[in-house]
């Protein structure tokens, strides 16, 4: 079935470093790619999202890049913040449908 | 402003019992999802509908049914509740226009003694 790995589970970073979380998917069908960011205690909430159509997307400090391919896509964090640790889950949908698969979850910690 | 509630936040219950959590959202989104969240497990679909009348099984919907009868409200009711579906549970919305991120609610924790 639809599966979305993610990795790593649990990331250590120093404030002002990058932080890159990686996933693969394993439905070629899918074209929508979302990345969702829960705070400890909170509900998830979308940060960023990149479509099949395009390769790479950014957002300020964050970008998502997509091999579509290797069927790989990618959350990178430039310049952390102690308000970036958090929970970080990728995602995968298809088109004609709205069904999201989730990954398991990045839990980022960024120390100061 | 629009948004999205679930109701209620926190639930103790038995095993055996019946439970139902509300969602309820003011956005007029077509889709609607149910989730649950363990640790260790990311986000689960335990069901889904695309509008009123339609609903769809998740990855995990044993013990869980739900149903649609107007665009706001998609409840999930545990038919007979298991210590297993201890958990967070999460509602979110999305429009029917295309793929979209979802917006979700604050949540439900639920513990079956």
């Known amino acids: 079935g639809e599966n979305v790995e993610q990795h790593p589970s649990t990331l250590s970073v120093q404030e002002g470093d990058s932080a890159v979380i990686k996933c693969t998917y394993s439905d070629s069908a899918s074209n929508y790619f979302p990345w969702y960011k829960q705070e400890l205690g909170k509900r998830p909430q979308l940060i960023i999202d990149i479509r099949s159509n395009v390769g790479e997307k950014k957002d300020q400090r964050i970008a998502v890049t997509l091999n579509k391919t290797a069927k790989h896509f990618s959350l990178h964090i430039t310049e952390t913040q102690p308000e970036d640790s958090a929970v970080y889950f990728c995602a995968a949908s298809k088109p004609g449908g709205f069904k999201t698969i989730f990954g398991a979850g990045t839990r980022l910690f960024v120390k100061a | 402003d629009a948004e999205i509630t679930q109701s209620p936040r926190h639930k103790i219950t038995e095993t055996g019992r019946q439970v139902t959590l509300a969602c309820h959202q003011t956005?007029?989104?077509?889709?609607m999802f149910w989730y649950r969240q363990d640790l260790g497990h990311g986000l689960r679909l335990i069901h889904y509908s695309y509008g009123v009348h339609d609903t769809n099984k998740g990855e995990v919907s044993d013990g869980y049914s739900v149903s649609r009868s107007n665009t706001e409200d998609l409840p999930l009711t545990l038919e007979s509740a298991a210590s297993s579906q201890t958990s967070v549970y999460f509602c979110?919305?999305?429009?029917?226009?295309?793929?979209?991120?979802?917006?979700f609610g604050p949540g439900t924790r639920l513990t079956v003694l």
């Open positions: 956005w007029n989104h077509n889709n």
């Open positions: 979110a919305s999305s429009p029917g226009s295309s793929s979209t991120g979802q917006f």
